[in-house]
T-cell receptor, first 117, second 116 residues
Framework: GAVVSQHPSWVICKSGTSVKIECRSL??????MFWYRQFPKQSLMLMAT?????????EQGVEKDKFLINHASLTLSTLTVTSAHPEDSSFYIC?????????????FGSGTRLTVV | AQSVTQPDIHITVSEGASLELRCNYS??????LFWYVQSPGQGLQLLLK??????LVQGIKGFEAEFKRSQSSFNLRKPSVHWSDAAEYFC??????????????FGQGTILTVHP
């Protein structure tokens, strides 16, 4: 079956530094990837949608300069949290869509727990 | 805009008991509906989905859900819960068209605890 690998699983960084999270589709080509953020005891909130080879589309209220998304290939999307602050601490999850049509055949990564100290 | 409400934040059941998790949605037309399960610190696994057709949908791990248009509901059920079912469950709705097509909106989640 379709597998999405997300790394790292957890990361601790100092305030002011940047952190990169990778999301890879291992056995399929992902034309579209989604990035979500999940606060403790809360639901997943869509941050942005990235399409291979084009700029990401950010949801309202998400700072595009803080959360840099790159989708340079059909199997890799990265989320970089720039100048991280403690309020950016959260659980970040990516999902990838198989194929060009939006048939909701999404596969989720295992998530990244980011802690900013 | 689409939205999803899961009224129960936390449910506790005994192993072997039946389970029903509630989900209500708001959407202007027939939505695409999903149930996902998330274990602590893990990503989401799809249990089942409804696009059209038979309103009773069978999923993995013995779960099923029923789409009731008149009640705007998509409740998840399992006749006999196993201890391994303890996790958090998310209901989600996806737009069938329009500018939100392809995006999922999740409910707040229901944490399931299973007592031995």
């Amino acid at each position: 079956g379709a597998v999405v690998s997300q790394h790292p699983s957890w990361v601790i960084c100092k305030s002011g530094t940047s952190v990169k999270i990778e999301c890879r589709s291992l056995d399929f080509q992902a034309t579209t990837m989604f990035w979500y953020r999940q606060f403790p005891k809360q639901s997943l909130m869509l941050m942005a949608t990235s399409n291979e080879g084009s700029k990401a589309t950010y949801e309202q209220g998400v700072e595009k300069d803080k959360f840099l998304i790159n989708h340079a290939s059909l199997t890799l999307s990265t989320l970089t949290v720039t100048s991280a602050h403690p309020e950016d601490s959260s659980f970040y999850i990516c999902s990838a869509r198989q194929g060009a049509t939006a048939n909701y055949g999404y596969t989720f990564g295992s998530g990244t727990r980011l802690t900013v100290v | 805009a689409q939205s999803v409400t899961q009224p129960d934040i936390h449910i506790t059941v005994s192993e072997g008991a039946s389970l029903e998790l509630r989900c209500n949605y708001s959407y202007g037309a027939t939505p695409y509906l999903f149930w996902y399960v998330q274990s602590p610190g893990q990503g989401l696994q799809l249990l089942l989905k409804y696009f059209s057709g038979d309103t009773l949908v069978q999923g993995i791990k013995g779960f099923e859900a029923e789409f009731k248009r008149s009640q705007s509901s998509f409740n998840l059920r399992k006749p006999s819960v196993h201890w391994s079912d303890a996790a958090e469950y998310f209901c989600a709705v996806g737009a069938a068209g329009g500018t939100s097509y392809g995006k999922l909106t999740f409910g707040q989640g229901t944490i399931l605890t299973v007592h031995p």
